[in-house]
């Protein structure tokens, strides 16, 4: 059956580290792969889409790699804020169109000042 | 970006009592919405794809008449929780892809969420 793992364990960070949390799947071939962003108490908020011919997408503090071989998506966000603080889930969608979509458990990060 | 709009946010109900959630887009149209359900510390859990002018389209384990949703425009979607007992306290989140040049982009926009106590 298809299978999303993102970090279990939450992720704590130093402010202005840089941030790496992984989604992993198997027994998919996503033709995109969507992060989100979700504080507590409040809808899943879209960050950035990558497509399956995308190595890597950047936006602003926030990149994020795709490997179709490996079957992981590394999410990264370089010189953490505390404002950063949140749960991050990972969404690999097979195709366009109108797609259910299936989250990943999601990964907490926690940005120390 | 596109807005969805979730109301109420909070909702606190006796056993036994129906509560009806709304979701709207706001600035755009979406044939397709999503309901999900949320419990504490765990992911979204897809129930449901609402879809305008048809029948809803079930998770499997989903009662469909315990969830009812009406899809009856093209911005706006609702669910009700029938006779809603304490098991299904939780956070409901409903999703609207939007619809550009009659094809769905690859984005699903998020309503605030709707925290459901049932006493």
């Known amino acids: 059956s298809q299978k999303i793992e993102q970090n279990s364990e939450a992720l704590n960070i130093q402010e202005g580290k840089t941030a790496t949390l992984t989604c992993n799947y198997t027994?998919?071939?996503?033709?995109?792969l969507q992060w989100y962003r979700q504080d507590p108490g409040r809808g899943p908020v879209f960050l950035l889409l990558?497509?399956?011919?995308?190595k890597e997408k950047r936006k602003e503090r926030l990149k994020v790699t795709f490997d179709t071989t490996l079957k992981q998506s590394l999410f990264h966000i370089t010189a953490s804020q505390p404002a950063d603080s949140a749960t991050y889930l990972c969404a690999p969608i097979l195709s366009g169109g109108y797609q259910k979509v299936t989250f990943g458990t999601g990964t907490k990060l926690q940005v120390i000042p | 970006g596109a807005v969805v709009s979730q109301h109420p946010s909070w909702v606190i109900c006796k056993s036994g009592t129906s509560v009806k959630i709304e979701c709207r887009s706001l600035?755009?149209?979406?044939?397709?919405m999503f309901w999900y359900r949320q419990f504490p510390k765990q992911s979204l859990m897809l129930m449901a794809t609402?879809?305008?002018?048809?029948?809803?389209?079930?998770e499997q384990g989903v009662e469909k008449d315990k969830f009812l949703i009406n899809h009856a425009s093209l911005t706006l979607s609702t669910l009700t929780v029938t006779s809603a007992h304490p098991e299904d306290s939780s956070f409901y989140i409903c999703?609207?892809?939007?619809?550009?040049?009659?094809?769905?982009?690859?984005?699903?926009?998020f309503g605030a969420g709707t925290r459901l106590s049932v006493l």
């Open positions: 600035d755009f149209q979406a044939t397709t």
């Open positions: 999703s609207a892809q939007e619809v550009a040049g009659g094809r769905a982009k690859n984005i699903q926009y």
């Open positions: 027994n998919y071939s996503p033709a995109y």
């Open positions: 609402s879809n305008e002018g048809s029948k809803a389209t079930y």
């Open positions: 990558i497509r399956e011919n995308e």
